[in-house]
Structure formats: C-alpha cells, structure tokens
C-alpha cells in the first residue's frame, strides 16, 4: 500500500513533485481488478497439486500465474516469485510439481504514450486513468487520472533519480552488465580511505577492505627508529650547533640495500658503466648524466617508469583513483592528476530492467536467437524465445543401413569411418548378392546361403544330344554262303521246270551251299571332339567394395 504523495508502479515507487497527497497504487488497482476475479491460491510449500490446478505468487507480477502441468508435491521453501530465467509459455520444476507460467489473456497493463514537452503543451489532452504520458526530449512521467488536463499534472520521479523511463517506456536502469554479472554485488560504487586501509562500497551495500603498506613514519629517538635509526639519531645529537659539514667528501652511499663506505678520509667512490649506459661527468655543476640506449636485460630494481611497454605515457594513460558521489558519476583520476567524469546510469532502482528484447546490433532476441533444440526421432526441432519452431529433417544412418544391411561402393572407405556408427565386415572377394526364396525356375534360395562355382565341367546328361562320323575298312579271308530250296516231283517230275499250275508236287527243303565268294570283315572309326575342360560360370560383372553391418 502506498503512503500519501507516492505513486506505485509495479512495485516501483514514485513521488510527485509537488506536494500532493493524492496516491495511486497501480498493483492495487490491478489486484482489485483480476485477483479478486479469480479464485487463484497463493503456491504452498510442501504441498500437493494437480494437473490444471492455478495458483499465484506471494509477491510476484500481477499479471501472471502458475499452471500445473505434472502433479506432485512442491518444495519445503517459500516461492516468492517468478525465478528471473523464466519466461511466460516456460515450464520449470517445483519439487516434483511441474508448473508451466501463464499470462491473464484480458489483462489491461498501463498505457504509455510518448511526445516532446512542446507537444504535450500544446495538445493539453487528458490522460486515462493509470496512462503513462512520457516527454520523450526530458524523460520526464506524468500519470493520468481520467479528468486532468496534461499541464495540470504533476510530473512523478524516483527518490534516487530524476529520470525513470525513457521515450519508449524502457527503464534506465539495469541489474546485469553484458556479461550478466550483476552490478550491484559486483561493482565499486565508492572508496574511502582511512590510514592504511581503504574501505570499498558495492552497490549492494556490501564493504570490504585493502590494506595498504604503512608509509607514515615516527621521529627517531636514541632509544627507537624512525625518520632514521636510533644510532644516527644518536650520533646528530652529538654534534655541536655550527659544526661544519665534511667538505668534498661521502662518508657512505647507499645502492639499494648495499652500503658503500670510504674505507679512509681521502677514499674514491668510481661509477662504472654498465651494459647500454653510458656516463657523462660535468665537474662544473657537480652532476653526472647517466644515459640508456636500447634495452635492459634485467630491471628488478627499476622503481620509477615513465612509458608502458608500448610507450605510452603512465601518467596520462593509467588510472591512479576512482571515486564516487553516491549518485550516478565516477570521477576517475589518472597519473598526472587530471580528473574527468563517467556518467553511469543509475542502478540503484532496476526493478523493471530485468529484461532484453534486443541484442547489441538491434536485432529482436525473441525471434533471433534459438531458446531450446529437440528432436522427434525424424526431425531437429528448433525454437525461438517467441515460441516459433523450425522444423529440419535428419538422415537416420541406422534406419536406412540397420543391422544385417549391405553397402556397396567403388571407395574403399569403411562405412563405419563414413558414417561414424555400426560395425562392418567386408563381404567374400567374388561373391555376387542373389536375392533369397523360390526361383521361377523352382529352385528355393535361403538368407545367408552360398553356391556357384567360378569353373564348370559338364557332366554327361549335361552334354547336349550329338551325332558322330566314322569311316569302315574291308579284310579277312573268303567265305560261303547256304541257299536252302523247295524240290518237286509228281505230274511232272519228268525234270520239268516245277509250275505250282502243272499241279506239281512240291518236296521238303533242301540246302544247298554256294561256292565262296572271298571272306571279309569291317572295322569302323569313331571321330574324338571335346578337349573335356572346365569353363568360365560368371556373366559379366562390375568390380565394387561390399561391405555388411554385423552391429
């Protein structure tokens, strides 16, 4: 609730620059208007919830609210809030409570509306109730009422800044730096120093401190050191006013932590040139120039510096201090003790700049950039922060070459160097791919069966039917040959020629061996064809690397 002459905006207070006492708390308009509408309970600790079961924060925007998407039990801490990674349509979990975050789809935020102050004057228009009215050349707010003229209005303010938003209603303020570090726990945003210690304030109001070496010395005394030791402090103490001092002569000289001494009244003390130094004498002036050239290979003892390692002057280039006013300036001090100021924007009130719509070139982050990749088992699915997928197919090498498959190729790469998956086994030399079951000319083939023969030879009821030539030759000695007869007798058996029509009468058989006539026999040739060697199986064929995943 808001006291007399503030103006809350979203938790943000403002504070007219008059004297009004009139007060306008906007979360408490809207809380009237949408929370007491719905029958919404504040998330519980340690609680269990239902699908579809609502709830709202403790102290947490209006305008949202907590859907449950997977039943369970919440934590055993208080949930405040909505976490700052987490975005309207986003899922997070709560214990085992899945709760998915949820914009009331009627609810009226302020209105803002932008001109120049000139502008403004000159419309004179009347705000509605709650409407943000910004002078885009000042910065400067004013907040309607429903009934007020614009230059009857009051402009309002933060406590720590004049300035709260800018033309586009876009707060000034951040929490993180670019690299999302947040600025209040870990920027300086004042020093002071007490002594030796000098005390650093961050934002957040948390301090620390670094001790610095003590440079701050004590008068010496016989009995103690201080500006110098107590030995030589007791030597001056010795010596009578108007004593002169020894004339053209050192006692001792000091390099470092060495001392020279003169080892007798009348003692030389000879500088002598080192590497790239060379010394010039002027007994005159009573000095001795001691000039460098190129570089020193070693300068642990070298103190003083006037150019970095790229000759740059130190003191006009490096920062000596920098300190804060509390507000939003840093004066930064260099070496030569010239001050200029750094204008920061204020980060003591960042309540409302949580957020980026737009990365460092402009661009719209909600539907540039890719808030989340999964896939579907077919696709890349990809989704931007304004919910808009983009959908890219992916080659699944074990669905189109799973166990058992075969791959050929002229390239001898294996498939597992090729495709980064499986085992492959490099099928026979020689062997051609047949495809498996029963032929139409009735032979049966089963996976993963072999045959064939690279060379055939016929066997005989392969060899087709054939005809041969032969020739025949004639020997031997002669031979007879019997002719066996019928005789008559009867009517006319007078020697007659026998007639069946005389009526003769016919005898038995009678043989009668005819003279030879020369024996022989016949020998017959058959001609040889064929030379019965095995012949090439194979059809023409193309020579190609196969190979067979076994896992």
């Not at 789809?105 to 120049?116: G, I, S």
Request: glycine share 8%; net charge neutral; charged share 15%.
């Amino acid at each position: 609730m808001a006291n007399n002459g503030q103006l809350i905006v979203q938790n943000d207070i403002f504070y007219p620059n008059t004297s009004s006492s009139n007060v306008i708390d906007l979360d408490e308009v809207m809380s009237n208007k949408y929370l007491k509408e719905v029958a919404f309970t504040t998330r519980q600790k340690s609680t269990g919830y239902k699908i579809n079961d609502k709830v709202n924060f403790k102290n947490g925007p209006l305008d949202v609210y907590l859907l449950c998407t997977k039943a369970g039990t919440t934590t055993d801490t208080d949930l405040l809030t909505l976490p700052d990674d987490i975005n309207i349509d986003e899922s997070f979990y709560d214990g085992t409570v899945e709760w998915t975050v949820k914009r009331f789809a009627d609810y009226d935020t302020p209105k803002n509306r932008v001109d120049t102050s000139s502008g403004w004057q000159n419309k004179n228009p009347i705000l509605e109730k709650g409407e943000l009215g910004i002078e885009s050349d000042t910065n400067y707010i004013k907040v309607g009422d429903g009934k007020t003229t614009w230059n009857s209005l009051s402009y309002i303010s933060s406590p720590s800044a004049d300035n709260k938003l800018d033309a586009n209603g876009t707060a000034q303020k951040a929490i993180s730096d670019s690299l999302g570090n947040n600025i209040s726990k870990t920027y300086i945003k004042s020093l002071s120093a007490n002594g030796t210690t000098i005390t650093y304030t961050k934002g957040d109001g948390s301090t620390g401190t670094i001790k610095t070496q003590d440079t701050t010395y004590k008068n010496a005394t016989v009995s103690a050191s201080g500006l110098m030791s107590a030995a030589d402090k007791s030597k001056l103490d010795k010596v009578q006013t108007g004593a002169e001092v020894n004339q053209n002569a050192f006692s001792n000289i000091k390099v470092g932590s060495q001392i020279i001494s003169a080892d007798n009244k009348q003692d030389t003390f000879e500088l002598v040139a080192g590497s790239n130094i060379s010394l010039t004498p002027n007994a005159t002036s009573d000095k001795i120039t001691i000039s460098l050239s190129g570089t020193i290979s070693n300068t642990t003892n070298a103190t003083n510096a006037t150019q970095d390692s790229r000759g740059q002057n130190i003191a006009d280039t490096y920062i000596k201090n920098i300190t804060g006013n509390n507000t939003n300036k840093l004066t930064i001090t260099k070496g030569n003790d010239v001050q200029s100021t750094l204008v920061i924007n204020n980060v003591s009130n960042a309540a409302n700049a949580t957020k980026a719509n737009q990365d460092s070139a402009g661009q719209i982050i909600n539907s540039t950039y890719i808030k989340s990749i999964t896939y579907d088992g077919n696709n890349l699915v990809i989704t931007k922060g304004n919910g808009s997928t983009n959908k890219i197919e992916v080659t699944n090498i074990s669905k189109i070459y799973p166990v058992g498959s075969i791959y050929l190729s002229t390239v001898a790469t294996n498939p597992a160097t090729l495709f980064g998956i499986g085992t492959w086994q490099a099928l026979p030399a020689g062997r051609v791919l047949i495809g498996q079951g029963r032929s139409d000319w009735g032979t049966t083939y089963n996976n993963g069966n072999t045959g064939g023969e690279v060379n055939h030879t016929l066997t005989t009821n392969e060899i087709p039917a054939h005809n041969h030539t032969g020739s025949a030759n004639t020997s031997g000695s002669t031979h007879t040959h019997d002719l066996t007869m019928q005789a008559s007798h009867g009517k006319s058996g007078n020697g007659g020629v026998p007639r069946f029509s005389d009526g003769d009468i016919w005898s038995a058989n009678k043989t009668k061996t005819l003279s030879a006539a020369g024996s022989h026999t016949h020998n017959v040739t058959i001609n040889n064809a064929g030379g019965g060697q095995p012949h090439n199986n194979m059809q023409p064929y193309l020579v190609v690397y196969m190979w067979k995943r076994t896992a």
